[in-house]
C-alpha cells in the first residue's frame, strides 16, 4: 500500500506564497505519476497539477498555469506545490494523489490519496 501525507497549507494573503509537501511511503514512489487536486466548499474536486514518475512532465490546470509550480524529490518520496500569487479563489482542501496513468487529470486515474490539508487565501 501507499500513504500519503500532505502538509504545508494555511493562511495567506492575496498575493503570498505558499508551499505544499506530500511526503509518501509505501511502495515504489519513482513509478507513479502524483498529482494535486483541490476541493473548495460546495464545489466538486478539481485537478491542479500532475508530474510524471521521472519529473521531467509536469501538467497544470489552466486556473493555475504560471503561478504553480510542481516538482518531485524521489530521493526524500516527497513531491511538492509552490503556489504563487495566491487568489481567493485558491481557497481549497488540497489533496496529493498517487496514480499509474501518465498525465492524469482526472481523480478516478489515482490510486492512493492523502488527507488533505486546508489553504485559505484572505483578502
Known amino acids: 500500500q501507499v500513504q500519503l501525507v500532505e502538509s504545508g497549507g494555511g493562511l495567506v494573503q492575496t498575493g503570498g506564497s505558499l508551499r505544499l509537501s506530500c511526503a509518501v511511503s509505501g511502495r515504489a514512489f519513482s513509478y507513479y505519476t502524483m498529482g494535486w487536486f483541490r476541493q473548495a466548499p460546495g464545489k466538486e474536486r478539481e485537478f491542479v497539477a500532475a508530474?510524471?514518475?521521472?519529473?521531467?512532465?509536469?501538467w497544470y490546470a489552466d486556473s493555475v498555469k504560471g503561478r504553480f509550480t510542481i516538482s518531485r524529490d524521489n530521493a526524500k518520496n516527497t513531491v511538492y506545490l509552490q503556489m504563487s500569487s495566491l487568489k481567493r479563489e485558491d481557497t481549497a482542501v488540497y489533496s496529493c494523489?498517487?496514480?499509474?496513468?501518465?498525465?492524469?487529470?482526472?481523480?478516478?486515474?489515482?490510486?492512493?490519496w492523502g488527507q488533505g490539508t486546508q489553504v485559505t487565501v484572505s483578502s
Open positions: 508530474i510524471s514518475w521521472s519529473g521531467p512532465n509536469t
Open positions: 494523489a498517487a496514480g499509474a496513468s501518465i498525465g492524469a487529470i482526472h481523480p478516478r486515474l489515482y490510486d492512493y
